[in-house]
């Protein structure tokens, strides 16, 4: 199968503890590339724990599901993602630097259909070229 890996690091103005509270709120995952709108959030404990989402590629609606993987308080979360066309995982570490936050955000993307083998390089490129942008203005959203 056909696969990609993104990263990408930006810094936020702001505490880790700051960023670290956006992590469980629907709306964080929304801002990065690969997921266009968060649908169904589900939450334990205050936790958000998994949620369905929509992603728009080359003028296309895929609906998709993001599932648990690792997550270690206070520092990094992951979510393994899937469409009919991709599937994969999103993954986020935090940092302090003093009252800043170093934001690095994992993108790892493959085929998981007949049809996204052959259209694989053009989602991946569309996936991948985002990155830098929506994790930068999320880092930036914290100074306003």
Known sequence: ???????????????IGTVWAAMDQPDTWAS??????????????GRLVGFAFDTNVAGRAYAGIATPGNRVEGESI???I??????????VELQPLDQKTKIEVALHV?????MSR?????????VGSGLPRTVDEFAAGFDS
């Open 82 to 91: 899937q469409n009919s066309e991709i599937k994969g995982t999103v993954a």
């Open 110 to 114: 493959e085929s998981n259909g007949m």
């Open 1 to 15: 199968m056909p696969e990609e890996k993104f990263t990408y690091t930006s810094i936020a103005e702001v505490p």
């Open 118 to 126: 052959m259209f694989f390089p053009v989602i991946a490129s569309v």
């Open 32 to 45: 990065i590339s690969g997921i266009d709108r968060v649908r169904e959030p589900r939450f334990e404990d």
């Open 78 to 80: 992951s979510w393994r």
